[in-house]
């Protein structure tokens, strides 16, 4: 039975290596080949193609779909320093006079 395991195993996992030598043939046949009319009617098409894509404005807009949508791109804080706060308006109005002791 472990043997048949072991096999079965194998069979597996060669199978894919074995279809990778196995000959490339092609089932499909060529398809036949296009007449002068055809060949004419492609060549208008593709002239009509390019004519209207040039008439078609280039886009100086930018084409973002979402670029309503977002809120306005966070600003910079002011950089906090360590320095010691400094003293307020109306402290530096109000002085004391000097005592006499």
Same mark, same amino acid.
């Given at each position: ?58 886009? /100086? !807009? =930018?084409?973002? *779909?979402?670029?309503?949508?977002? @809120?306005?791109?966070? +600003?910079? %804080?002011?950089? /906090? !320093? =360590?320095?010691? *706060?400094?003293?307020?308006?109306? @402290?530096?109005?109000? +002085?004391? %006079?000097?005592?006499?002791?």
């Amino acid at each position: 039975m472990k043997a048949f395991r072991v096999a079965a195993l194998l069979a597996i996992i060669a199978g894919p290596a074995y279809a990778q030598q196995m000959p490339h043939i092609n089932m499909m046949q060529d398809a036949p080949g296009k007449t002068d009319e055809e060949k004419a009617a492609d060549a208008e098409r593709d002239q009509r193609y390019k004519e209207t894509m040039k008439k078609i404005p280039d886009a /100086k !807009t =930018s084409s973002d *779909p979402w670029g309503g949508m977002r @809120a306005d791109p966070p +600003k910079n %804080a002011a950089p /906090k !320093t =360590s320095v010691a *706060p400094k003293a307020s308006a109306a @402290a530096k109005k109000t +002085k004391t %006079a000097p005592t006499a002791n």
